[in-house]
């Protein structure tokens, strides 16, 4: 009864944003329907639904594998935390010092009993000692005989800790007494012992009866969107659609048209969506952190899909005549099989596969004439300042030229009443200077390319284009996307020695199961020291069933409610578009609509 009581109070004084409630009950001393009894009033709770990613319907635990996950849910946002990887270790000054900064949201834990293994007990126990670095509190329980003189109050703190582990980790302690069980002492621990008499009052409880109601009552409410002020880890999904990421699940015209018109100033940044995060979708802003970004992972580690997405999200985030994307295939294959399936994107200038000597000298001197233009046109300025004045020129009105039609009236005072032709004089033509980013596959295969290759005679002309748009790019508006499967082979590069974003991915299983997440594991670096692990988001499978989709009715059991939800198989259409053609259709779309003129290509197309 005294347990109900204090969480229901939790519940009643915290909004789900700011805490939620996790319940471990998995004590074999009891059968699972005295313990859903008990406990089952809880599932109503707002703060029972998992909010931050947890692989389950409730935050309950009724039985060692939902335990182990739920643990396992927390030790993760520990090692998230402001002390690492290293908290199980930490000392106890350190831990007060993480908790005291701790601003929230926070989760209180209720260990009912025995967790159930000695792998349990171990990591409540941790949990109980350092959690309160990560928000992370237990409220436990064990069951013992009363305190009596035969029985003293240390005796029963000792035979409560050797029922439960994480009970000597608790700073405070309530010790129930009495026919009833409703006298109480509350008890302050220090060092694993109670310190003091402790204070003596009666204990308010709740009956499971009082406890369901309460718990109904609150059910319907939600949390106003906006609300809470942080947002624990997640573990990352083993695989992620890019499109959802994106926020466009379905991607139409008008979608993509109100993303760009949110974004006033087409020069201020250039963000690309990588795939899913802990804590949501993970992005790079190429002019705040890059100028660049090189990607890095062996074969079959998800580099050439990766820079498809990175293609696709640009696309995404703005219109084809203020962002031009020029795709280089630096293997040289066939039909550019990388980045093939990328020019169907309205941005795309050219496709460049390293199979043709003549046609890359000539993407190498048109990328570089290029950048000579770039930097006669912006002088000493570089590329958002100059656009920033250009913005100022175009916003100052003029006078107006009257009309042929109009009445004129001459120095002398005469009304001419005679229509006469207005000459005016046709405006210069403004210079386009759209954000360019050059998307490299197989950088290290141009770099150091292989003995009988097709393209081997002109690589070296393409590496010296890019390597000079990799030291003046950040100035002229040009960013280099790369990706490598050998770093050691482009690791003397300009641009391996100034990226400050690199993202390394992970190699692929040599013994590949089905719990495997898919290629697009890895981690990205940013330029504060900072690493992001990220699940890569794919975006050319193919467009998923709706049927797939729709919502799945399952019995309302308590005891199973801790488990990973069943979810309908989500397959995808064998023969239908795949999510890459069906943003680039509705880009093409909205293109029109916007009467956005794509960015003219640097050199003459080839048949």
């Not at 405006?427 to 954000?435: A, G, V, W």
């Not at 690493?531 to 009715?553: C, E």
């Not at 943003?583 to 009467?595: C, F, K, N, P």
Request: glycine share 10%; hydrophobic share 40%; net charge neutral.
């Amino acid at each position: 009864g005294l347990a109900r009581s204090v969480v229901a109070q939790l519940a009643a004084l915290h909004s789900p944003a700011d805490l939620e409630i996790v319940l471990i009950s998995t004590d074999r001393a009891r059968t699972p329907e005295q313990r859903r009894q008990e406990w089952g009033w809880l599932g109503w709770l707002p703060q029972v639904r998992p909010a931050h990613g947890q692989d389950c319907r409730l935050l309950l635990a009724y039985d060692r594998d939902q335990a182990t996950a739920r643990t396992a849910e927390l030790t993760r946002r520990l090692d998230a935390g402001p002390l690492g990887t290293g908290w199980a270790s930490a000392d106890p000054e350190s831990v007060a010092r993480a908790a005291a900064g701790h601003d929230g949201p926070y989760t209180v834990v209720v260990v009912d009993g025995d967790p159930g293994s000695a792998s349990l007990r171990q990591v409540t126990a941790r949990l109980a000692s350092a959690g309160a670095a990560a928000g992370i509190h237990l409220v436990c329980l064990a069951e013992t005989p009363a305190a009596s003189p035969l029985s003293p109050v240390a005796a029963t703190y000792e035979t409560a800790c050797a029922a439960s582990l994480p009970f000597r980790e608790c700073g405070a302690v309530g010790l129930l007494s009495g026919d009833v069980a409703t006298a109480l002492r509350l008890l302050r621990t220090a060092v694993g012992e109670p310190a003091g008499h402790g204070t003596v009052a009666v204990v308010d409880a709740v009956s499971p009866a009082w406890a369901e109601r309460f718990g109904r009552a609150l059910a319907p409410l939600r949390t106003a969107v906006g609300g809470g002020p942080g947002q624990p880890a997640a573990a990352l999904p083993s695989s992620a659609r890019l499109l959802d990421e994106l926020g466009l699940a379905r991607a139409t015209p008008a979608s993509l048209m109100a993303r760009w018109a949110s974004a006033a100033d087409g020069t201020a940044d250039c963000t690309a969506v990588l795939g899913a995060g802990p804590h949501g979708p993970v992005s790079v802003d190429l002019v705040e952190e890059g100028p660049h970004l090189l990607i890095e992972g062996p074969s079959g580690s998800g580099r050439s899909e990766l820079l498809r997405s990175v293609a696709a999200s640009l696309a995404a985030a703005e219109r084809p005549d203020r962002l031009g994307l020029l795709l280089v295939d630096g293997a040289g294959g066939e039909r550019g099989e990388g980045l093939g399936a990328c020019t169907e994107l309205p941005h795309v200038l050219e496709l460049l596969v390293a199979s043709e000597p003549v046609r890359m000298r000539e993407f190498a001197q048109a990328l570089g004439a290029e950048l000579k233009r770039r930097a006669e046109l912006l002088g000493r300025l570089d590329f958002t300042e100059w656009h920033s004045r250009h913005e100022v020129a175009e916003r100052m009105v003029g006078p107006r030229s009257p009309s042929g039609s109009e009445q004129r009236t001459p120095p002398s005072g005469t009304l001419r009443l005679r229509t006469t032709s207005a000459r005016t004089e046709p405006e210069p033509e403004q210079p386009s200077l759209p954000r360019l980013v050059v998307l490299v596959d197989d950088f290290d295969a141009l770099v150091a390319p292989a003995l009988g290759s097709p393209g081997r005679p002109a690589a070296g002309s393409v590496v010296r284009a890019l390597e000079a748009v990799a030291r003046d790019g950040e100035r002229l508006g040009v960013h280099l996307v790369a990706s490598s499967a050998c770093p050691n082979r482009t690791s003397d590069t300009d641009l391996a020695q100034g990226a400050r974003l690199r993202v390394v991915l992970d190699a692929p299983p040599a013994t590949p199961s089905p719990d495997d997440p898919s290629p697009g594991r890895g981690r990205l670096g940013h330029p504060d020291g900072r690493v992001t692990p990220f699940q890569g988001g794919r975006v050319t499978g193919r467009i998923p069933r709706t049927a797939t989709l729709r919502p799945t009715v399952v019995p309302l059991e308590w005891e199973r409610m801790g488990d990973p939800p069943a979810r309908r198989p989500v397959r995808e259409l064998g023969n239908g578009p795949t999510d890459l053609a069906l943003l680039a259709s509705a880009l093409e779309r909205a293109a029109r609509s916007v009467h956005a003129v794509p960015v003219a290509p640097l050199a003459p197309a080839h048949p």
